[in-house]
């Protein structure tokens, strides 16, 4: 069984700064795009940002651009979202996930909470 292992979330104010963390597997992290993706209260998962096997290419969703930064070490297997100015509406589960999109293997997730 593929286990995606996320860290770093925790309650912040607006405004505030979280990195979030993802390791994986190296034999499944080194062949894989890889994405965040978040599920905010009552909504459905909204991909965030994904970025390709070498690093080279970067995506993310309107919402979040200029705002976040995703990274990859692959001497590590770890996947990074770097997350500024963060806004009461960021507040979601936050999954890694495998792929481009919404629908690769995630992980369980944790939990980010933009909150005064």
């Known amino acids: 069984q593929v286990q995606l292992v996320e860290s770093g979330g925790g309650l912040v104010q607006p405004g505030g700064s979280l990195r979030l963390s993802c390791s994986a597997p190296?034999?499944?992290?080194?062949?894989?795009?890889m994405s965040w993706v978040r599920q905010a209260p009552g909504k459905g998962l909204e991909w965030v940002s994904y970025?390709?096997?070498?690093?080279?290419?970067?995506h993310y969703a309107d919402s979040v651009k200029g705002r976040f930064t995703i990274s990859r070490d692959n001497a590590r297997n770890t996947l990074y979202l770097q997350m500024n100015s963060l806004k009461p509406e960021d507040t979601a589960v936050y999954y890694c996930?495998?792929?481009?999109?919404?629908?690769?293997?995630r992980g369980q997730g944790t939990q980010v909470t933009v909150s005064s």
């Open positions: 190296g034999s499944i992290f080194s062949r894989n795009d």
């Open positions: 970025i390709t096997i070498r690093g080279d290419g970067r």
């Open positions: 996930a495998t792929g481009r999109g919404t629908y690769g293997i």
